[in-house]
């Protein structure tokens, strides 16, 4: 991880990019399973410098794909459930 973090501060300095900020939306429109694939993708991201992440989410959905990815997780405050979509014939 460390080497990871060194080489990309080393593209950032030869892009000369100041801050690298990166926008995710619609992230709460994925399957629950790419949603959280997501976060772990941009978790590997969050302590290098110089870089920013930016998610545009619905956060009740993002809490569902959590919650069904970490079953054993404690209840929260907020909501649990996400509404299914039915098709309307």
Do not use: Q, W
């Not at 300095?13 to 939306?25: E, F, G, N, Q």
């Not at 941009?42 to 989410?57: D, H």
Request: charged share 25%; glycine share 2%; hydrophobic share 45%.
């Amino acid at each position: 991880m460390h080497a990871f973090r060194e080489e990309f501060a080393a593209l950032l300095d030869a892009a000369k990019i100041k801050r690298l900020v990166v926008m995710v939306d619609d992230l709460d429109r994925c399957l629950p399973s790419t949603a959280i694939s997501t976060l772990e993708a941009i978790r590997l991201f969050l302590f290098v410098e110089r870089t920013a992440f930016i998610i545009g989410a619905d956060e009740a959905m993002i809490e569902y794909a959590v919650r069904d990815h970490f079953p054993d997780l404690p209840p929260s405050s907020g909501p649990v459930t996400y509404p299914e979509t039915t098709s309307r014939s």
